[in-house]
T-cell receptor, first 118, second 114 residues
Framework: GAVVSQHPSWVICKSGTSVKIECRSL??????MFWYRQFPKQSLMLMAT?????????EQGVEKDKFLINHASLTLSTLTVTSAHPEDSSFYIC??????????????FGEGSWLTVV | AQSVTQLGSHVSVSEGALVLLRCNYS??????LFWYVQYPNQGLQLLLK??????LVKGINGFEAEFKKSETSFHLTKPSAHMSDAAEYFC????????????FGTGTSLTVIP
């Protein structure tokens, strides 16, 4: 079946640095991808909708200058956490919609990326 | 707008007992409903989903859920709990129009007591 892959799965970075997380659709084209954030022991909250070839749409309260999203191709969206701080430590997960082929209208989630800012 | 309420952030059951995880939703359009499981330090795994058709949906690992429109519910059940079922369970709704954006409940942590 269709697979969405995230990389890296785990990342530790120093406070003040930037870190990039990739989300790839491995065997289908995804014009739209979604980025979620999950704090410990909490649910997933939608951060932004990533649209191929255009600007991402951010949810209210999400700093677009801090969480940069780039969807440069139909199979890749990236989330860059800029000037990371410890409070940015979280589990970030993406999803992508498979519009066509045998999978039809199905959303697939990546495995998630654990970010720890020290 | 869509929203999901999961009653009970923690549920404990004995091994072999019935598992019942509750989910109620709010949606202004016909909803698509999902249950996901998340094992410690892992991503989301789809258990089952309802889009259209039969309201009783069977998923993986012996789980099933029934869509009850009149009750705006989509409760998850499993007749007999197994130790390996211990995990975090999330109910989610998306609307049928876009089918893109998911709204998640706050999750229910299932503990299985041996």
């Amino acid at each position: 079946g269709a697979v969405v892959s995230q990389h890296p799965s785990w990342v530790i970075c120093k406070s003040g640095t930037s870190v990039k997380i990739e989300c790839r659709s491995l065997d289908f084209q995804a014009t739209t991808m979604f980025w979620y954030r999950q704090f410990p022991k909490q649910s997933l909250m939608l951060m932004a909708t990533s649209n191929e070839g255009s600007k991402a749409t951010y949810e209210q309260g999400v700093e677009k200058d801090k969480f940069l999203i780039n969807h440069a191709s139909l199979t890749l969206s990236t989330l860059t956490v800029t000037s990371a701080h410890p409070e940015d430590s979280s589990f970030y997960i993406c999803s992508a919609r498979d519009y066509g082929g045998g999978s039809g209208n199905t959303i697939y989630f990546g495995e998630g990326s654990w970010l720890t800012v020290v | 707008a869509q929203s999901v309420t999961q009653l009970g952030s923690h549920v404990s059951v004995s091994e072999g007992a019935l598992v019942l995880l509750r989910c109620n939703y709010s949606s202004s359009v016909p909803p698509y409903l999902f249950w996901y499981v998340q094992y410690p330090n892992q991503g989301l795994q789809l258990l089952l989903k309802y889009t259209t058709g039969a309201t009783l949906v069977k998923g993986i690992n012996g789980f099933e859920a029934e869509f009850k429109k009149s009750e705006t519910s989509f409760h998850l059940t499993k007749p007999s709990a197994h130790m390996s079922d211990a995990a975090e369970y999330f109910c989610a709704v998306s609307d049928g129009n876009t089918g893109n954006q998911f709204y998640f409940g706050t999750g229910t942590s299932l503990t299985v007591i041996p």
